[in-house]
């Protein structure tokens, strides 16, 4: 059966991207980096908050070659929390819609689940870096998390990694914001 592709848009409109298929992951991620730069981006403001009520920043995991980008990256702008910051997260210069976070050379993105409409968001299945949580925030026990979590995690990347013959195809991103 072929996949179907799902088209999200920006806020504005002026931007869109094709998904082919299911995300092969959907997370949680509590990072300190995921954290801090939710918090920095929330001044521009974004067009949707990028992280959760608990803190995490939830995402969609997606091979880059089940991505697609119609009107090319062109209205596109990239932050990085320091300027040799190996990750860089992506949003649109037309209206700061949150777009992917991307680890360099990595061979998949993590899309903001923002950009699917409400009750059709992939939701997360999974909390990852959860020990960077602040002392005094708890979160609920509603999605697994923990060691041997992240482990299987970290499996499914390198099978994806096999699958895709260890290519990471490029994404070009001229643009850069300070936040
Ligand atoms: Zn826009
Ligand atoms: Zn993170």
Redesign the pocket.
Known sequence: MPKSITTLR??????SLEVIGDPFSASECHCKSCRSAAQRLSTLPP?FPIAADNGGVPYALYRKDRVRFPDGTT?LTEFRLHDDAPTRRVL?T??Y?PVFLEFESGHWVSLFTGLWPEGQRPAPRIRTQTGDVPDGETLDDSLPAGTLTTAGFYAKLLGERIAMGFKSPKITVKEKIDA
Request: net charge neutral.
């Open positions: 920006c806020a504005c409109g002026q931007f067009a209205t649109t037309c209206c819609t």
